[in-house]
């Protein structure tokens, strides 16, 4: 089982910025591509960034100029800076991880960290 831990989230005022970390953690996997999702209350669940294994990344465009998402392949870890905040970018923000892991053959996994939470304050 793959497993995602995130870290970073916070207040912050309009105009500053967070930086989110998240560390994926298991045995015998393999990670194609690592990203961040927000949520509001009442919406869906939207892409905000990701990033492949090949450093591919695709950004929302409404974050593009403002928001930069960063892995380590190495490390299974993917960041996402977070600048020129508004009040618009208040959700909760959750990791999510795809790719395959060994049991007795390789099989896929698409799996979410629990969240974290981001409020910008105007």
């Known amino acids: 089982q793959v497993q995602l831990v995130e870290s970073g989230g916070g207040l912050v005022q309009a105009g500053g910025s967070l930086r989110l970390s998240c560390v994926a953690s298991g045995s015998r996997f393999r990670i194609n591509r690592m990203g961040w999702y927000r949520q509001v209350p009442g919406k869906q669940r939207e892409l905000v960034a990701t990033i492949t294994s090949g450093g591919s990344t695709n950004y929302a465009d409404f974050v593009k100029g403002r928001f930069t998402i960063s892995g380590d392949n190495a490390k299974n870890t993917v960041s996402l800076q977070m600048n020129s905040l508004n009040p618009e970018d208040t959700a909760v923000y959750y990791c999510?991880?795809?790719?395959?892991?060994?049991?007795?053959?390789?099989?896929?996994?698409?799996?979410w960290g629990q969240g974290t939470q981001v409020t910008v304050s105007s």
């Open positions: 999510n991880a795809a790719g395959t892991r060994r049991i007795l053959s390789w099989i896929d996994f698409d799996t």
